[in-house]
């Protein structure tokens, strides 16, 4: 019992050492050399930059450009400012101002491109991690590069980008009209999409990946983290980065950097400098000098190749294996043969027995059942019991990684008593070849569908190695079946854990799908347990405590605040006004203005305001009227040609605004449209009827061109928004408590006027 339960401990060790082999554990202090990454130096520019949000527009937003001018000039590198106008494929229309910078290489010419962004999402974000950690890893990184006195062959292009989160609207401005976009050949972006966890390496690229691989590899980064799967989860989220339009629109390969732990964090005030995990930015930190060292003196225009290979990352050794698609067949079909040798062997030794195999497969498949029940429930029952969590839009509750820790343990437990009976003295091999057999299946789909995952093979190989020493040995080293299993654990672990953090908690199911297919693996250890029973309550009281800690931090504090929503809408064309929120639980900040007994729904989501999530007001109430300067709408032309009418017009803000936004129901009349000379794509008009977003700057007029067929007098309603609800003197708006916080993604803290036009 006590060797069985020091597997255990191993086991358990083993999987905690896998994650925290993946990030730095100390801070590199303001006392390393010049040359090397300082991640406390960087903490003093992230204190600069982080004191207030700076979105595009406000005031903080040109004093933190200013200050990242100023560093880049200190460095010595050329800066400049580009401005100008972009639209977006989505409609959102944004004036960036990039900061942009150059240093040249010996060679001449060909550039290696820094990316990251500087504006903040509008909805209060301070931007500590995203994008300020990615600021300063690269003014700190070139600041020790510049330090070893080393010369880059390659040119270094530093692009600090405006309006990525609104649109990716800076980058769109550089690709498409900046002269330097023309020499770059590869781009190294960082980005954040929490406060902490490890960074992680996103491969984007429209050709092969085996050079990109093979250079990062050789850069010989300090932990590695990335393999050929990740690229294709990251597609899954809800959104792309700026290295997305160097890939889509300059067919511009490179790497994005990453770290998404704390995802509770993004796009709030909470992003602050204080909850920034300072490991994540000393993990990018490494990442950017051995970028740096490498790549600036590669050849960048040999990184193109129609070939693609599988990668993962090691972290025993701290590398990544890599090897190539072509030999994601052969392994198949090698580790086939192999079962199939090892299951010959098995039953001409008399060892493996149909009977055995196939209770041991029933075991298998109520565990795969019922842990895929509980994981696709977990996350609907969780915000039945606790609905305020419906009010964390990302999906992720403060409280997330108890929920993780707890239902993986309820998931092992499920495991032990659908295994309990299944106790054999002669061997455990027949467990294990129903769940080897799954995952060859697996293996095969995944080479057939998802070519990068194939390396779900490897752990396979030790599996059938472990059926081959269980048939072998009457009683084998409980221990060496342990360590057969470390590639497993090491290899697809971390995905337990990453899915549901990345993707919100609603991916629990994939958690507790991947612990039942990584424990029937490991079941040549578990199956020498006589008492799996025992085993299984000592897991469901784990889960329980796991499930109380969460329950104990189910509420909102000053260090797990509410997010919440108010706006005040004043409807121009009835003169009627409302309070409106998102929220689905009214407090002690929007019940005063909402009442007990809120209006249910609302005509306003009629036109549903862009957001990430398109999230839609929940409540509503009458509002006393204000007198709110609208904007000035003049009809410069309305001419027929050819029996095609030309409509321009223009909307100039009479206020200080931030935000417009136009729908139409008649949008589909509409031939083609321009924006500020831009055309609006076709397919955009008909999108939840919404035409345009358009973030303001300089109070800058909105100038539309409208083509339509003669006759035809389409309507458009305007949303005109201004982010100072809390601050207008008409107001009186008290300040949240300190457990509570504007509400992420949505439009909030605003003060909007709705009115409709005709064009008459």
């Known amino acids: 019992m006590i060797k069985k339960g020091m597997a255990i401990a191993l086991l358990i060790a083993i999987v905690f050492w896998s994650f925290s082999a993946l990030i730095p554990s100390e801070i590199s202090s303001i006392d390393v050399p010049e040359t090397q990454f300082s991640s406390h130096r960087a903490l003093i520019h992230l204190k600069a930059i982080s004191k207030a949000p700076h979105y595009l527009g406000s005031e903080e937003h040109d004093r933190v450009r200013d200050y990242i001018m ?101 980058a769109h401005l550089f690709v498409n009209q900046h002269e330097w976009a023309k020499d770059v050949q590869m781009v190294l972006n960082l980005e954040a999409r929490g406060s902490g966890g490890p960074g992680i390496m996103f491969i984007e690229t429209n050709q092969g990946n085996a050079k990109l691989i093979q250079g990062f590899k050789a850069a010989e980064p300090a932990y590695p983290l990335g393999n050929s799967l990740f690229y294709s989860i990251y597609k899954i989220l809800p959104n792309d980065t700026d290295l997305t339009v160097f890939r889509e629109q300059a067919d511009i390969s490179g790497f994005n950097f990453a770290f998404i732990d704390d995802h509770f964090d993004y796009h709030t005030e909470l992003d602050n400098y204080d909850r920034l995990d300072r490991s994540s930015l000393e993990h990018q930190g490494t990442y950017m000098m051995a970028m740096l060292n490498y790549f600036t003196q590669a050849n960048l225009e040999d990184l193109e190749s129609p070939d693609d290979e599988v990668y993962f990352n090691m972290p025993i050794f701290n590398t990544m294996v890599v090897y190539p698609f072509s030999w994601i067949v052969p392994m198949l079909i090698l580790a086939i043969f192999a079962f199939i040798w090892v299951l010959r062997y098995g039953f001409r030794n008399k060892v493996l027995h149909l009977k055995a195999i196939g209770k041991g497969a029933l075991s298998f498949f109520i565990a795969l059942i019922l842990a895929g029940l509980l994981g696709y429930f977990a996350w609907p029952a969780l915000k039945l019991v606790y609905p305020q969590y419906n009010e964390i839009l990302q999906g992720f509750t403060y409280n997330g990684h108890d929920y993780i820790a707890a239902f993986m343990a309820l998931t092992v437990a499920i495991c032990c008593f659908a295994y309990h009976g299944t106790y054999s003295k002669v061997s455990s091999g027949n467990l294990l070849v129903i769940p080897i057999a799954v995952w060859l299946l697996l293996c095969t789909g995944l080479a057939v569908k998802l070519k990068g995952a194939s390396f779900f093979i490897i752990p396979v190989y030790f599996a059938i190695l472990s059926l081959f020493v269980v048939i072998r040995q009457k009683a084998p080293d409980i221990f060496l079946l342990v360590l057969l299993g470390v590639p497993l654990l090491t290899i697809i672990g971390p995905f337990v854990q990453m899915f549901p953090v990345g ?223 809390l601050t207008h003197h008409t107001f009186d708006i008290p300040a949240r408590s300190d457990h509570m916080i504007p509400k992420p993604f949505v439009l909030n803290d605003a003060v909007v006027v709705r009115k409709t036009i005709t064009m008459d």
């Open 70 to 170: 100023n560093q880049l000039q200190d460095l010595g590198l050329t800066t400049q400012i580009q401005e100008g106008w972009s639209l977006d494929a989505s409609g959102n229309l944004a004036k960036p101002r990039n900061i942009v910078a150059r240093l040249k290489g010996s060679d001449g010419g060909k550039a290696l491109l820094l990316s990251t962004h500087y504006d903040t999402d509008p909805s209060s974000a301070i931007g500590a991690s995203d994008a300020g950690s990615g600021i300063v890893t690269i003014l700190e990184g070139l600041r020790a590069f510049l330090s070893s006195g080393i010369k880059p062959k390659n040119d270094i292009i530093v692009l600090i980008t405006d309006a990525e989160e609104l649109g990716l609207n800076g």
């Open 503 to 725: 993707l919100g908690l609603k991916m629990l199911i994939s958690s507790t799908l991947f612990v039942v297919l990584m424990f029937s693996l490991l079941i040549a250890v578990f199956g020498t347990f006589k008492h799996k029973r025992r085993w299984g309550y000592l897991f469901v009281l784990l889960a329980g405590y796991f499930i109380i800690s969460a329950h104990g931090h189910s509420d909102f504090s000053s260090e797990r605040p509410k997010p919440n929503s108010l706006l005040y809408v004043f409807d121009a064309d009835d003169s009627t006004a409302v309070w409106a929120t998102y929220d689905k639980i009214l407090d002690g900040f929007t019940t005063p203005f909402l009442g007990e007994n809120p209006n249910d729904k609302s005509s306003l989501n009629r036109y549903v305001i862009d957001s990430k999530y398109h999230t839609g007001f929940t409540f509503t109430r009458k509002a006393p009227i204000q007198h709110l300067d609208q904007f000035k709408y003049q009809k410069e032309r309305d001419t027929i040609i050819e029996g095609i009418r030309h409509v321009k017009m223009t909307l100039t803000p009479q206020r200080p605004v931030n935000r417009i936004e136009l729908f139409s129901d008649t949008a589909h009349t509409i031939k083609t449209i321009q924006v500020n000379g831009m055309p609006l794509k076709r397919e955009n008009s008909a999108k939840r009827q919404r035409l345009l977003t358009y973030y303001v700057s300089d109070q800058d007029a909105l100038v539309l061109e409208f083509e339509m067929p003669e006759g035809e007098k389409p309507s458009i309603t305007i949303y005109e928004a201004s982010y100072d609800l």
